[in-house]
C-alpha cells in the first residue's frame, strides 16, 4: 500500500459579531483550520488537520511535505515524520540514528503542517489494522476526565459562569487569569474567589495567564490564590521563558502547567531539564502528531511529569487529543473547550461522547472514528484574513455604564472607556478616585498606551454627583491620599481604533451613550 495523494484544505468558522469579545488575545473574529487528507492507492483517505494560517499550511503541504509522503507506505509512519523533519537529510539521518533536522522544519507552521500530515497518516494506519487510532497507538484507556475549559467573565460573574461548568458534570475546569475586564491581582483573586464559590470545594480548579504576567507579578499572583486549592497555573510566564517559569514553580506550592506552544520533544527536554512543569500540556497539531507527542509522553514520564493534551481548534484536532489522552499512561486529564467553535462540535457526523460525568470517551471506530459531514467544506469555507484583531477594549458591565457618562461629557465620539487602572485596585470607583493625583494620571495614561497601542487616548473631565464626593467614604480616601480637592476625576477615553472595532461593539457604546450610532463611529 502506498500514499498517492496528499492534500490541504484551508477552513474557517466565522465568529458572529454578538458572539465576538475581546479577552487578552484579542478578538477573534473566526477560527481558521487546515483540513489535511492522505489517500492510499487502495483507496483509504486518512484525515488531519494543522494550525497556522491555513494558505501558508497548504503551500507547504503543496510545495514540500507532499513529496516526502507520496509514494511511502502510511504503515511506516516513523519513516516518513522523519523524512518530514529531517528533509533532503531524512536518508544520512535514518543511517545514522541522528537527526539532522531541515532548519526550517524544527519549528513554527512547517512543523505545524508535518503534524497535521502525520496525524492523517495515523489515521490511515489505524484504519488499515480495523481498530481506533488510541488503540494502535497503544491503549491504556477508553475514557479520561474532561475539563472545562472557559472562564473569562468579570468580576464575580465568574461565579455563574464556572458553575455552569460544574452543572454539566465536569470535575475540574479552568478560567482565564486575565478576564474580559482585564487584569489586576485583585481582580484575579477576586475572580477566582467568585469561581470557587461557584464550583464549590470539589471541583479542581485551573488557571490559565496565557504567558501574560512576568515572573515577578506570576510569584505574586501565585501567592495570593494557593488558599483557594488551585490544581495547575498555566503559563505563567511567556513560553520563551523557560527559566522564568522554573522560577515561578520554585516559589509556589501550585503546579505549574505548560506546553500548548512548544514544538517537538526538544522544547520540552529543555523545560523538563529546567524542572519548569509540574503538567505537560503539548498540542498534537504543534508539538509534531501522533508520532511526536507519544515522545514527549514518554519523555515527560520519565520525569514525574503528568500530561494534560492541550485540544484547542477544529474537530479533527480534538478527536486526535482524545486519542493522545487515551494513549498515554501519564495522561490524567483532557481539555474540554467551552469558547464558540462550531468547527469542533459541528465539523462531524459523529457527536463526542462527554458524558453527564464529566468523562469524554472514545470513539470504537477505527481510525480517527469520525467522518466529515457532508456540507462541512461548504459550510467552513476558508475567509481571507487574520482570525484575530487587535483593536476593541474589554466590554464590560463596569465599562459600559460610565461610556455614558464620559461620551455626555467630552461630547465626542467616544468608543470606551479605560477601566482597571491598576492604582487602586479594591474597586472601580477608587481606581477613579486616584486619577485625582497628577501622577496617577501619568501613570494611567502611560499603562493605557501600553495596553491599547491601537487606540489614542485622550482625558476627557467628568464630575461626581456632589453625593459621591461628601460620602465618608470618599472624604476618608480623600484623606489617606492628603488631598483637599473634591472636584472632578479624569476618565481616558477611547477616541479611535486604528481597525474597525465592529458595528457589534458600536452598536453597544451607542446603546449606552444614548447617541445614535453615528456619533459613536470609528474614525
Ligand atoms: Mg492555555
Known amino acids: 500500500m502506498k500514499i498517492v495523494k496528499v492534500s490541504a484544505i484551508p477552513m474557517s468558522a466565522p465568529v458572529p459579531e454578538e458572539k465576538r469579545h475581546r479577552t487578552d488575545l484579542g478578538t477573534k473574529v473566526k477560527s481558521d483550520a487546515t483540513l489535511i487528507r492522505v489517500e492510499t492507492d487502495d483507496g ?21 511535505l507532499a513529496a516526502e509522503c507520496v509514494d511511502e507506505d502510511p504503515m511506516f509512519s516513523e519513516r516518513i515524520y522523519e523524512k518530514m523533519y529531517n528533509g533532503s537529510r531524512s536518508r544520512p539521518a535514518l543511517e545514522r540514528g541522528i537527526t539532522q533536522a531541515d532548519e526550517s ?8 503542517a508535518i503534524a497535521g500530515i502525520d496525524i492523517a497518516v495515523w489515521d490511515v494506519k489505524a484504519q488499515v489494522l480495523g481498530i481506533s487510532l488510541y488503540q494502535a497507538l497503544g491503549a491504556t484507556r477508553s475514557s479520561v476526565r474532561g475539563y472545562a475549559s472557559g472562564g473569562w467573565a468579570p468580576g464575580d460573574e465568574a461565579e455563574t459562569e464556572l458553575a455552569g461548568y460544574a452543572e454539566k458534570g465536569f470535575t475540574a475546569a479552568k478560567m482565564r487569569v486575565v478576564g474580559r475586564d482585564g ?67 520554585r516559589s509556589t506550592t501550585i503546579p505549574i502547567a505548560s506546553g500548548e506552544r512548544e514544538f517537538t520533544r526538544f522544547d520540552f527536554q529543555d523545560l523538563l531539564e529546567r524542572r519548569a512543569l509540574d503538567i505537560a500540556q503539548p498540542d498534537v497539531a504543534r508539538a509534531g502528531g501522533m508520532t511526536e507527542i507519544r515522545r514527549i509522553a514518554a519523555l515527560t514520564s520519565a520525569h514525574g511529569v503528568r500530561l494534560a493534551p492541550h485540544a484547542w481548534g477544529s474537530g479533527v484536532l480534538f478527536a486526535a487529543s482524545i486519542h493522545v489522552a487515551m494513549a498515554a499512561p501519564n495522561c490524567h486529564i483532557l481539555e474540554v473547550s467551552q469558547g464558540y467553535m462550531p468547527m469542533m462540535w459541528e465539523l462531524f457526523n459523529e457527536p463526542f461522547d462527554i458524558r453527564l460525568d464529566g468523562m469524554v470517551h472514545a470513539p470504537d471506530r477505527p481510525g480517527l472514528g469520525f467522518t466529515l459531514r457532508p456540507d462541512a467544506l461548504e459550510r467552513f469555507r476558508y475567509v481571507d484574513g487574520p482570525n484575530t484583531s487587535s483593536s476593541g477594549i474589554m466590554l464590560t458591565a463596569k465599562t459600559l455604564p460610565y461610556v455614558g457618562v464620559a461620551g455626555w461629557r467630552a461630547r465626542r465620539r467616544i468608543l470606551g472607556v479605560i477601566e482597571h487602572i491598576p492604582i487602586r485596585n479594591r474597586d472601580h470607583r477608587s481606581a477613579l478616585g486616584s486619577f485625582r493625583t497628577r501622577e496617577a494620571n501619568l ?40 488631598l483637599t480637592q473634591s472636584g472632578g476625576y479624569n476618565l481616558f477615553v477611547l477616541t479611535s481604533w486604528k481597525a474597525d472595532p465592529g458595528p457589534h461593539v458600536i452598536s453597544k457604546l451607542a446603546a449606552r451613550c444614548g447617541s445614535d450610532q453615528h456619533h459613536c463611529r470609528c474614525r
Open 44 to 64: 483509504l483517505t486518512g484525515i488531519g488537520a494543522a494550525l497556522g494560517t491555513p494558505p501558508i499550511v497548504a503551500a507547504i503541504v503543496e510545495h514540500e
Open 183 to 249: 487584569f489586576s491581582i485583585s481582580n484575579c483573586v477576586r475572580r477566582v474567589k467568585a469561581a470557587r464559590r461557584g464550583l464549590g470545594p470539589n471541583v479542581e480548579l485551573m488557571i490559565d495567564a496565557h504567558g501574560s504576567l512576568e515572573v515577578a507579578t506570576a510569584i505574586k499572583l501565585a501567592k495570593e490564590l494557593e488558599p483557594y486549592d488551585i490544581a495547575w497555573f498555566e503559563e505563567p510566564v511567556s513560553p520563551d521563558d523557560h527559566a522564568g517559569q522554573a522560577e515561578v514553580r
Open 105 to 112: 522544519r524544527r519549528r513554527g507552521v512547517i512543523m505545524e
Open 443 to 482: 501613570t494611567a495614561w502611560r499603562l493605557a498606551e501600553k495596553q491599547w497601542p491601537n487606540c489614542r487616548v485622550t482625558p476627557a473631565v467628568n464630575r461626581r454627583p456632589a453625593k459621591a464626593q461628601n460620602c465618608p467614604t470618599a472624604i476618608r480616601s480623600r484623606q489617606r491620599e492628603g
